[in-house]
């Protein structure tokens, strides 16, 4: 038999999911004859998502749930490790899910998350996410939640991000510095945030140096090699052809090198070469890639803290942090 959820009650009594986790909870603000409902149901229906009573619902479960991308993604194991390392030092267990960037898996996760009763989620939100109801639901509920490096303004929650247009400005004005006069940018998908403010940053070192910016030159791909070496081809081929491209990742990054073997673009002689993310292969690719760093594994870190700090405080409106980590330029062989 599955297991029940919060909504599965909610929907059997016609009523909200806030109102069913506020009765759980014991909160004084919930009708007496609903709040006696609510636990007459979950008690036949068996809720119980770790084999407590109904009565022990209102302490701790010790457990945050953690939500990212792709978990074999370099990137986001190593956030994974520093908030995991975090979280054990305080005596919170991780649960930890991936979305697979899909939107309706994403939603399931939070709902399996509401029903397990976490104290806090931390997510990097899915790039085909537009719709963040899930999400601002769990404020209703009282679970504190942490967006890290996936973030978006209309969501209600901590930040802990890059400084994305920094980062941006930085590759193209490094470009710009080496001689280069045709650079394009293969960003990533236009829905992300981050996506945006890379290219945003970008734009302006080549406005702020006067250089134009064909509008062939910025296309938008995935994160996945695959789809980046397709996109690559294809700006290759243009003529004139770009003499430098400025990835949005470093996966990006890997399916510009394989497209330049193909059509056997020399890099960095024909083609100049920076990626975002530093990931730890980069420095053994043929030639080695430029990158700009990401302190992932810090930031993983800053993220639990942040939400530990949140659900250990008794102050009932806890002020939203925002931390911004600065990217460094990490110069190599291929520009």
């Not at 068996?46 to 407590?52: E, K, L």
Request: no cysteine; charged share 25%; proline share 4%.
């Amino acid at each position: 038999m599955p297991q029940v959820s919060i909504k599965d009650i909610a929907r059997m009594l016609n009523i909200s999911v806030a109102t069913v986790s506020r009765a759980l909870h014991d909160r004084y603000d919930v009708n007496p004859e609903t709040k006696r409902k609510v636990l007459e149901l979950a008690e036949k229906l068996n809720y119980r998502p770790n084999s407590h009573a109904i009565g022990l619902l209102t302490k701790r479960t010790h457990t945050i749930g953690l939500v990212v991308p792709e978990i074999d993604n370099q990137f986001f194991s190593e956030i994974i490790n520093g908030l995991e390392n975090v979280a054990y030092e305080q005596g919170y267990n991780v649960m930890i899910f991936q979305s697979q960037n899909i939107y309706e898996r994403e939603v399931k996760i939070i709902d399996q998350l509401i029903g397990a009763r976490v104290d806090g989620v931390a997510i990097s939100i899915g790039s085909s996410t537009e719709d963040f109801r899930h999400l601002n639901m769990l404020k209703e509920l009282d679970i504190p939640l942490a967006m890290f490096d996936r973030a978006h303004d209309k969501v209600y929650g901590h930040k802990i991000i890059n400084d994305n247009f920094d980062g941006g400005y930085k590759a193209g004005e490094f470009l710009i510095k080496r001689g280069r006069q045709r650079i394009a940018h293969i960003a990533g998908p236009a829905t992300l945030k981050l996506s945006r403010l890379r290219l945003q940053g970008f734009k302006a070192a080549l406005r702020d140096a006067q250089l134009e910016l064909r509008p062939e030159y910025v296309v938008h791909t995935t994160f996945r090699m695959e789809d980046s070496y397709q996109t690559a081809l294809n700006l290759l081929r243009l003529l004139p052809r770009p003499d430098a491209i400025f990835a949005v990742s470093d996966y990006v990054a890997l399916g510009v090198l394989k497209a330049a073997r193909e059509l056997d673009i020399k890099i960095p002689q024909e083609l100049a070469l920076i990626g975002f993310t530093n990931l730890a292969v980069g420095p053994l690719l043929e030639p080695p890639l430029t990158t700009i760093s990401q302190q992932s594994y810090e930031m993983g870190q800053e993220t639990a803290r942040i939400l530990l700090e949140n659900i250990e405080s008794s102050e009932e409106d806890f002020k939203l942090q925002t931390r911004i980590f600065k990217p460094e330029l990490v110069i190599r062989d291929s520009v």
